[in-house]
T-cell receptor, first 109, second 117 residues
Framework: RKEVEQDPGPFNVPEGATVAFNCTYS??????FFWYRQDCRKEPKLLMS???SGNEDGRFTAQLNRASQYISLLIRDSKLSDSATYLC??????????FGQGTELSVKP | EAGVTQFPSHSVIEKGQTVTLRCDPI?????LYWYRRVMGKEIKFLLH????????ESGMPNNRFLAERTGGTYSTLKVQPAELEDSGVYFC???????????????FGEGSRLTVL
């Protein structure tokens, strides 16, 4: 079983759609949680941290449920520029990150 | 401010040869990490330096891989001898915060793509 599991997609959505990504992690000792974004053949970039209280950054909302070891990302009003691979990432401490395989999003006009 | 830079961006070598990848972290960042992504798999942790010391090298696949960070600035990752399964993208990352178990945001380089034929 993978330590961080994501639906690989691809998710093909029209502009303006709302799309949700889910992720589960297996290690209850995980310390902190993130969503990273990776464009084709580029490096991963931090999109947002994820907190149990839920957090929002513009059109993006992230949520963490420690009890069920579940992380989510909601993107509202999708833009063409949101097309990328979204990586669910868990920090085991000291920056030792465990990555999910990524969920590919393609936003179409 | 310059980001994390990696060299070369792409290297094609034959099985049995040696390759050395270089990473220059963001200036002043004590933490330096190596990660890699092999085809069809997720990005995986290789090792972590704090300044010139190896904090965690639990992800290094075998003794064909040698990472160094002399002087606590840039780092090199040498693969010797390279095998077919070493092909992939090697990412370097750095972060500034070294307090406790949280290392702050990691900034990744664009990666070095290694192809072993």
């Amino acid at each position: 079983r993978k330590e961080v599991e994501q639906d690989p997609g691809p998710f093909n959505v029209p502009e303006g759609a709302t799309v949700a990504f889910n992720c589960t992690y297996s290690n209850s000792a995980s310390q902190s949680f993130f969503w990273y974004r990776q464009d084709c053949r580029k490096e991963p970039k931090l999109l947002m941290s994820v907190y149990s209280s839920g957090n929002e950054d513009g059109r993006f909302t992230a949520q963490l449920n420690r009890a069920s070891q579940y992380i989510s990302l909601l993107i509202r009003d999708s833009k063409l520029s949101d097309s990328a691979t979204y990586l669910c990432v868990v920090n085991m401490g000291w920056g030792k990150l465990i990555f999910g395989q990524g969920t590919e999003l393609s936003v179409k006009p | 401010e310059a980001g994390v830079t990696q060299f070369p961006s792409h290297s094609v070598i034959e099985k049995g040869q040696t390759v050395t990848l270089r990473c220059d972290p963001i200036s002043g960042h004590d933490n330096l990490y190596w990660y890699r992504r092999v085809m069809g798999k997720e990005i995986k942790f290789l090792l972590h330096f704090v300044k010139e010391s190896k904090q965690d090298e639990s992800g290094m696949p075998n003794n064909r891989f040698l990472a160094e960070r002399t002087g606590g600035t840039y780092s090199t990752l040498k693969v010797q001898p390279a095998e077919l399964e070493d092909s992939g993208v090697y990412f370097c990352a750095s972060s500034s915060n070294s307090l406790g178990g949280y290392a702050g945001e990691l900034f990744f380089g664009e990666g070095s793509r290694l192809t072993v034929l």
